[in-house]
Structures are given as C-alpha cells and as structure tokens.
C-alpha cells in the first residue's frame, strides 16, 4: 500500500464508516463509485473524500472513480482488521449476550472465542457456539489462545479487577463497555462505548435544536 | 447561566466526560476540586480543562478550585439533561434488555417509560417494571406520552420502518444502535453508538501500537 503522508486521527476516525459503506455498496453489486456518489450517501462533501482517500494513497480514476472492493481493503489493511482478530467477552450478561451475537463483528473479521463470567448458572452454557467458561479461567486461556482482543462488559464495580487480569496476561486491546473509565498501561489499546454520554450528546443536540442553534457536533 | 462564549463542537463533546467524572466526585463526598486533580484523574492537561470550562462561563478560584456540585449543574444544563428526558425503547432484545436495565440512564435524568417489539413471546412482560408493548402501537404511545427519545435497537433491515414512524409521530430524538446509519429530517436530533466501528478503531490502535506509531485517535 502506498501511504504518501502520515494520515491524521480525524481521518483515522472516519474510517470505519467508510468500510461500513463500501462493505454494503459490495453487498449491493457496487464495483466502482465516484467520490460524489459516495458523498451523497454518506452525508459528507466529495471533496472530503477525495481528501481523505489521497492521504492513504487513492486515487480515483477521472471517469471511472473508486473502484469499491480495492478501496475496502485498503481501509481494512489500515485498521488493521483483514489479518482477523481473536476476540473474548467479559460478562454475560444481556450487553454480553448481545455483542456475542454481533454478526457484523465477525464479518469485520473479529472471531469470538471465549466468553467468561461469575455465574455459576450460565458457565458451561454457550452463546453463538461460544463456551461460557469461569472468570478465574481467564488468565491460562488467554495464555493457551492468545486473543487479541476483550471486550468488557462486567458491572463498574468489576472493571478494574478484570483489567488487571487482562494486563497481567498481556492483552494487546480491550473494547470497555463498562461506565468507567480504564487505566491500562502504554502497550495497551483501548476504546471506550459508553451509551450514557451518547444519551447525553444526544440530549444536547435536542436541546440546541429547540433553540434553534446548529446541530452538528 | 454565564455563557460567555459560543461553545465548540470539540468542548461539547468533552462535557459527558465531565459530568460523568464530577459525579464519581461528588459521589465521592468531594466538595471543591482544582484543575490540576481534575486533569491528573481524567489524564488530560489543566489548561484544557481550565479553557473548556471558561467557555461556558466557570471560572475556578484562585487557591480554591471548582465546586464540584455547582460545576456539574452548570454542565447538565448546557447538555439539557437536568430536566429530564422520557424515554423508550425500540426493540427488545438482549440490547433493549441491557439499555433497559441501565442504572446510568436514570440517575442521569432520562426516564424510560415505555418499551416495543414485534415478538409476542415478550409483549406483556416487563423488564425493569416497564410494559414491553406492540411495535404497533408505537405512534399511539408517543401522541399520548409525548417521550422526548427512541432508542432504537431492532435489526439493520427494521431500522428504517422504525424510523419513519418516529418520524411521523415527531420524536425530539433517536439514539440508533442498529448498525447502519438512519437519515432523520432536520428537526429531529440523532446520535450513532456502533460498536463495530468502535472494535475497528481499537483494531487500529493495536496495529499502530505494534509498529510503534501514536496511540491517539
């Protein structure tokens, strides 16, 4: 791949959209799209897309745009995913459920392969063929199968104690759905979900929009 | 309140951050609190901090700091949250279940008061002691008890439908979890939580990790 500038962390952030929307343009039969078409779909300005596909190397063709699968990959090269990462989930409670039932997670190649919990009453279940296996197990499976990823979901109050489980067995990511948040040393990734301050975001633009203010934030 | 200045985008995305954090404090039994602690505890620098709050009128006192109370009111007034938002819930999956049963939502003032699916296996229970209802009866819920949000969590292929009777029975606003993006007119407010976006950024924070690059996205 031909990365001719450093690309920025605001264009960083758009990416998993755009693999989001070329994903679906493939889907849909789509195998080349111009950058206009594309901004039109995806509520942004063409020339932002031309921008933010030049600073990792593409160039649409003039009359024939992007071509949509090769764009795809390269964005996924970029974040990383097309080599596919293993992935756990810490809580099995509803938010667990749900996310190990995410299709679109393993369709961005992320593979779940443990779930862990306290509940004796769901350990040795499985979700989505996945074992539910105990929470003291965490730290010689993750040796033996070395996931990449895990993906929290315990209550607040447990947040840290399964953090630093986690750190001690050297995850390389951890994807933090509880409402805190996480201290992990430098080696390690981490990206907070926290629905609450979206409802908050989302508060706030209800709020400007009374006002009659600008949306966008 | 004091708003002195016109507040940024970038400072208005900063502000659930900061309630959040000023309520651990007060919860906490923390009365005042300078910019330093505040910084070192949310690891970002005190002169942001001190900025940010200039914005909207706060200044802290010399050899005092902010009172932490008086500091979140200010700020669940500018996110509009301090009067309270009722709100329901679109799908009742192990999604709905989790958001449903989210302690946070409520002490943050967003009162959930009705919940809808389409499987007649749940219509008629509760979760949380709230009515889990006909997706039919949507509109007439919302003309009768006028909720100011929809959560949304029902499959890629309802989202739309969903949407557009929201849309007809003007909903102020909609939190989409559902895995695409949903078009809304201008007067109604929406807010995207995608977690496969966010499992994509964190897969680049790892890739950038490994090849010794930044960290910051």
Redesign the interface.
């Known amino acids: 791949m031909n990365q001719k500038k450093k690309v920025s ?1 605001e264009v ?2 758009r ?3 755009y ?2 929307y070329l994903g679906d343009l493939k889907k849909n039969g789509v195998v080349r799209i111009s950058s206009k078409a594309l901004a039109q779909s ?2 942004v300005t063409a020339s932002q897309i031309r921008q933010d596909f030049n600073c990792f190397g593409m160039f649409g063709q003039q009359g024939y745009g992007y071509n949509v699968e090769a764009l795809q990959t390269v964005i996924g090269e ?4 097309n080599s596919g ?1 293993k992935t756990i989930i810490i809580g099995a ?3 667990g ?3 190990a ?2 299709k ?2 393993e369709k ?1 190649g ?1 593979k779940l392969i443990g779930i862990f919990d306290i509940d004796k009453e769901v350990i040795g279940q499985k979700i989505n063929n996945v074992d539910i296996m105990p929470m003291d197990q965490i730290e010689q499976f993750v040796k033996l199968h070395k996931p ?2 895990a ?1 929290i979901t315990v209550p607040k109050s447990a947040a840290n104690e399964v953090v630093d489980v986690l750190i001690k067995c050297k995850i ?4 933090n759905f509880t ?1 805190t ?1 996480i ?1 992990v040393p ?22 400007t ?2 006002e009659g203010k600008g ?3």
């Not at 430098?186 to 633009?205: F, Q, R």
Request: no cysteine; charged share 25%; glycine share 6%.
């Open positions: 962390a960083i952030k990416l998993p959209r693999y989001r995806m509520k970029i974040l990383g995913i990462h409670g509803y938010l459920h749900a996310l039932n995410y679109s997670f961005r992320f990449d990823i993906i390389k990511g951890v994807l409402y948040d201290a430098d080696g390690i990734a981490i990206e907070n979900v926290h629905p609450s301050d979206a409802l908050m975001t989302l508060s706030y633009k209800i709020k929009k009374k949306n966008e934030v």
